[in-house]
């Protein structure tokens, strides 16, 4: 399985950007589809957006659609979420996850098998 990093959390204020990275190593990075999920406390890790294999293809959670951009760089192995707008409600531990299988995440976290170690996001009032 391909290994994850992630990278780029912080604490920012409501409305400041942030970008988030996830660099993977351990296989082909460009046969994966990528993707984030993020997990507030207390709560159930849900699906933030993900990226087909060659970048063509991107799909986002209706809660963050049109704030967030995914990119990948398959160069660089390392795939990317660019938040801008940030709400407080986006607090959360972000983490990036992979498939080969699919051309695109499924949305389910219970059926992704790669995780990364998270990377804490803070958003204050």
């Known amino acids: 399985q391909v290994q994850m990093v992630e990278s780029g959390g912080g604490l920012v204020q409501a409305g400041d950007s942030l970008r988030l990275s996830c660099a993977a190593s351990?296989?082909?990075?460009?046969?994966?589809?990528m993707g984030w999920f993020r997990q507030a406390p207390g709560k159930e890790r849900e699906f933030v957006a993900t990226i087909s294999q060659g970048g063509e293809m991107t799909y986002y959670a209706d809660s963050v659609k049109g704030r967030f951009t995914i990119s990948r760089d398959n160069a660089k192995d390392t795939v990317y979420l660019q938040m801008n707008s940030l709400k407080p409600e986006d607090t959360a531990v972000y983490y990036c996850a992979a498939d080969p299988s699919r051309v695109l995440l499924t949305t389910d976290p219970k059926q992704i098998g790669s995780w990364g170690q998270g990377t804490q996001v803070t958003v204050s009032s």
């Open positions: 351990g296989r082909t990075f460009s046969n994966y589809a």
